[in-house]
């Protein structure tokens, strides 16, 4: 008897299918407008049904039309939206006023196979990854032809991708003579989920009350400078602190404050569950299990059953020597010595630590049965009702938020079994209300996701975009050389004495000539998503 995720794949599959057709027999036609319409109603149908799920009144997703959709433009802004079927690459290219261009290539066998190449890479090692980055995207741009697409008078640039293409830092793409994407859309670069709901964006003009979480973990190293630095850009900030940062603070205590602040902070850890979006979550404080997962109360007559008992593993190890040029400490693979050795763990994310590690206990039936209780990572098992969900985030209802910033780990990746539509934790808050989110795709460095955000901040000031802010920050950052970034650290008045000193500490270790965070790695994780 098949699972009701796998009966969910294939209803959605047999819907993609409809759609696939009439965007072909559209084109096929030359009724390019048509086509588009239903690319985005496409997209729209599996984020309907989503949302139907968790809300008693959902809100609804009305069909956009051609007329609509030019209107999300202003004189010096294109859109750019890539729809992939079985057969073809199509991508949507309109500029104002209500020009649109279809282009139609066949190499969607080379993008598949690019993806899983990619994604493999990923999971096995990061640090091979990472190296092999610039080249992905490389082919990338050439499977997609980028430089032949691409609007030439436009100075802003709006990309709706689709499936495959939301694992890639699209922003990123290489063109010729050392330039990216970005260098070539001088207003910036934003994403949306779609135009339908690009179009339902409330703007959100004021920018002076924040609403930050910070380390809820208690286990990322720069995660205290960076809310730090940013909370004095407020006149009214509410920061959670470590254990301060609960579930049930934040939307019981500190409800209103979230709800009605111009500016969410997420400085934590982050998840995206593939297999069920609604449980998508960012780890709040006590949201990481480290003990056994507590049991429901037995039924009368029930007996208790044994479980397998786990003892907690010392890691401590000696003094390791410093890291060599280009090391990266969450690269670092660990393993216990103890007498019951362990395969070597995965590499360190952003921040993490090298503590101790707690075992979760495995009962009979694992964990019980209970889908409260996921693996996380390698080790460790989140509980996800002391985390905030995407179920959770659909319910929220901001009044005022113009950004929601989601510095953390991968928190922009989604489900890429399913072509129909973009859902994932940046799509539940666009939804909730906010006019913007920032969210990365891949697990960042610590110690350079820091000082971009504060970059991001410094030059987010009144009338700029925040596409454009972040455009600036992460081409001022792959561009700077390491005086660059010493003058910044030691003159910028985000930064106090104390927390200026491990920083120039970390940048001392790089030469003069040297671009510390050039590297696309650490610039171009993140992506601002929506407006």
């Known amino acids: ?38 690319a985005e109603a496409n997209k729209a149908r599996n984020l309907a049904e989503l949302i139907a799920q968790k809300q008693e009144i959902p809100k609804t997703l009305t069909p956009i039309t051609f007329s609509e959709i030019t209107q999300l433009l202003t004189p010096n802004t294109a859109l750019i939206e890539w729809y992939i079927t079985d057969a073809e690459i199509i991508t949507f290219v309109l500029t104002y006023p209500d020009v649109l261009t279809v282009h139609r290539n066949r190499q969607c066998a080379e993008l598949i196979d690019l993806a899983n190449e990619y994604r493999t890479a990923y999971k096995q090692s990061k640090t091979d990854w990472q190296k092999q980055l610039a080249t992905r995207l490389q082919r990338l741009a050439d499977i997609l032809q980028i430089t032949t697409i691409l609007p030439p008078s436009s100075t802003r640039l709006i990309l709706i991708p689709q499936w495959l293409l939301h694992l890639f830092p699209l922003h990123a793409l290489p063109l010729t003579d050392g330039e990216f994407l970005l260098d070539k859309y001088l207003e910036g670069i934003q994403y949306a989920p779609s135009c339908q709901l ?42 959670l602190r470590g254990d301060e940062a609960s579930k049930t603070n934040l939307l019981e205590k500190y409800l209103d404050q979230l709800e009605n602040a111009h500016c969410a902070h997420f400085s934590c850890h982050g998840s995206f569950n593939p297999d069920d979006p609604l449980k998508s979550f960012l780890i709040l404080s006590g949201g990481i299990v480290g003990e056994e997962p507590p049991q429901p109360p037995l039924l009368r007559g029930e007996q208790e059953e044994e479980f397998i008992k786990v003892p907690v593993v010392s890691n401590q190890e000696p003094p390791q020597p410093p890291l060599l040029r280009g090391e990266q400490e969450e690269e670092v693979i660990k393993v216990p010595v103890i007498s019951n050795q362990e395969p070597p763990q995965p590499p360190l994310l952003r921040g993490e630590q090298e503590e101790e590690v707690i075992k979760v206990p495995l009962s009979k039936g694992d964990l019980g049965g209970s889908d409260r209780y996921v693996e996380w990572r390698a080790g460790k098992t989140a509980d996800i009702n002391k985390c905030l969900t995407l179920a959770d985030i659909l319910l929220l209802q901001f009044k005022h938020c113009r ?77 700077a050389k390491t005086p660059d970034l010493v003058s910044w650290v030691q003159e910028s008045d985000s930064f106090d004495g104390d927390r200026r000193k491990p920083i120039l500490k970390e940048l001392k270790g790089y030469n003069k000539d040297e671009k510390p965070y050039g590297d696309v790695y650490h610039w171009g994780a993140f992506c601002a998503i929506g407006l």
């Open 403 to 479: 950004l929601v910033v989601l510095s953390a780990c991968e928190t922009a990746l989604i489900d890429t079994q399913n072509r129909s539509d973009y859902i994932g934790l940046p799509t539940g808050f666009i939804h909730a209300g906010a006019m913007g989110t920032l969210a990365s795709l891949w697990a960042v460095n610590d110690l350079s996701t820091a000082l971009m955000m504060v970059k991001f901040y410094e030059l987010l000031q009144p009338g700029v975009s925040i596409g454009k802010a972040l455009h600036d920050t992460q081409r001022w950052f792959k561009s």
């Open 1 to 38: 008897m098949e699972s009701q995720n796998e009966t969910k794949q294939k209803h959605d599959l047999q819907w993609d299918r409809l759609y696939m057709g009439m965007v072909q027999v559209c084109l096929d036609r030359q009724s390019n407008q048509e086509a588009l319409e239903y």
């Open 198 to 239: 690009l179009q339902q964006i409330t703007i959100h003009p004021n920018f002076d009350q924040l609403l930050a979480l910070q380390n809820p973990t208690s286990d990322l190293r720069y995660t205290d400078l960076e809310v730090a630095s940013i909370a004095p850009k407020f006149a009214i900030s509410q920061i």
